[in-house]
């Protein structure tokens, strides 16, 4: 049901992007299913799952058929007690032929195998968890592109709308000298502040263009793909520290980490087992026969099965085993300190991130009134100079403000968006 839905998500994003329309949604599915990082991450696992078996652990037996064929050019130089027995023979051909079949399964080793096989599972569980890293990582970062083109083009409008106040300008200024109550001077630096306005605007799509081709890469399509977003910045502003907080336990690295301390301790567990006793089985059938050309013995032939148990006891090494398991065991300490020092990170991480959220969203309430005065202070400031009773330096100051102040308010709802999306990466909670 779970692939079905996947291939469901998918089928609906390729069918969005035929029609050139793209909203997040879409380009996380996009992302999620083209994305090599994602593919590297899928590998893994299934090496994992690979290696994840009784005969890599050793558990299993192992069944091996071995045939030799010797034929050798000999000279024979035999006495015996009686003389006439004696042989002298030169270039003698021998022949000894041998084939046989072993089976060999190990007993006991210390529980080597039984702690290689759970060291094995844990890997499996350790890739699944760098996966799930390697999926919410890539989900951030194309929300993060994603919301940068809707912020860009939100600037556009603002430009647009700054426009259209140096073109009433203009057009206040035009109709004045018609009546004779203009000059040129003030003529010429309104249509050259237009212009300026015109080349922002051009400047602004190609930062746009530049977006979308970003994105675009993200999700590796073509980077000539034409696409539309037509979208919002729209900021959650419930959350909580104490939630973040509670929920980094669920992050995929810091579970990767605990996994990493166990696999550790499992390598150290079979490193101390290379010096207990080691009891095999044996058992197989061999097939010998040697033939010779001359001498004592024109033939010898033997067959059977065989059963034999063997036990090595390592009794010195120079120390080998010892130095391998302090090791070892320094490893295990060393993943430990990792993990810690993983989670202090993440809690610094969500600490400063949530510090940055909360101050855009109080920023916010500010520069949403700010904007709003900005509006009405250009409005007023167009009529004044309509009638004459404001001036051309009053008109662009009231614009730089109000372009000032969209742009702020667009990179403060970009930037609490942005945190919004790291704190929920950190909680393991971003969703195509």
Do not use: W
Not at 154 to 174: A, M, N, P
Not at 282 to 299: D, E, H, P, R, V
């Amino acid at each position: 049901m779970k692939k079905l839905l996947i291939l469901v998500c998918c089928l609906n994003a390729a069918m969005a992007m035929s029609q050139g329309r793209l909203t997040l949604s879409d380009a996380i599915n996009l992302a999620l299913k083209n994305s090599l990082d994602i593919q590297l991450a899928k590998n893994n696992v299934e090496i994992s799952n690979i290696n994840n078996h009784p005969g890599i652990a050793g558990a299993l037996p192992t069944i091996t058929a071995t045939a030799n064929d010797n034929e050798q050019i000999i000279s024979i130089n035999q006495k015996f007690p009686d003389p006439s027995r004696n042989t002298t023979r030169n270039n003698v051909s021998s022949n000894n032929l041998s084939v046989g079949v072993t089976g060999s399964i190990l007993l006991s080793n210390g529980y080597r195998v039984v702690t290689t096989k759970k060291r094995l599972n844990e890997l499996v569980i350790q890739n699944r968890y760098l996966l799930d890293a390697q999926v919410q990582n890539t989900m951030a970062a194309v929300a993060t592109r994603y919301y940068d083109v809707v912020r860009q083009q939100e600037f556009i409008k603002t430009i647009e709308q700054s426009i259209g106040v140096f073109q009433k300008r203009l057009d206040i200024l035009l109709a004045r000298k018609e009546a004779g109550l203009s000059n040129n001077a003030d003529i010429f630096q309104a249509r050259l502040d237009l212009n300026a306005q015109v080349q922002l605007k051009q400047q602004q799509e190609l930062v746009i263009q530049q977006g979308k081709t970003d994105l675009l890469n993200l999700l590796f399509l073509n980077p000539d793909s034409s696409i539309t977003i037509q979208d919002t910045i729209i900021v959650e502003r419930n959350l909580s520290l104490e939630n973040i907080r509670a929920k980094l336990k669920d992050n995929p690295q810091l579970l990767s980490a605990n996994e990493q301390i166990k696999i550790n301790e499992l390598i150290e567990k079979e490193t101390a087992a290379l010096g207990m006793p080691s009891l095999r089985a044996n058992t197989g059938y061999n097939f010998n026969n040697t033939n010779s050309g001359a001498g004592f013995i024109l033939q010898n032939q033997s067959y059977g099965p065989f059963i034999s148990l063997n036990l090595s006891i390592p009794i010195y090494n120079g120390t080998v085993f010892k130095r391998q398991q302090q090791v070892a065991a320094m490893n295990s300490k060393n993943a430990v300190l990792q993990k810690e020092t993983l989670v202090q990170t993440l809690e610094t991480g969500a600490v400063r991130t949530y510090q940055a959220y909360k101050n855009a969203l109080q920023q916010l309430e500010t520069e949403v009134e700010n904007y709003k005065l900005s509006m009405q202070l250009v409005d007023l400031v167009l009529k004044r100079f309509e009638l004459n009773q404001a001036t051309i330096i009053d008109v662009r100051q009231a614009q730089q403000s109000f372009e000032t102040s969209g742009f702020r308010l667009l990179n403060l709802n970009y930037t609490a968006k942005l945190a919004e999306i790291e704190l929920k990466r950190l909680a393991n909670q971003i969703t195509p």
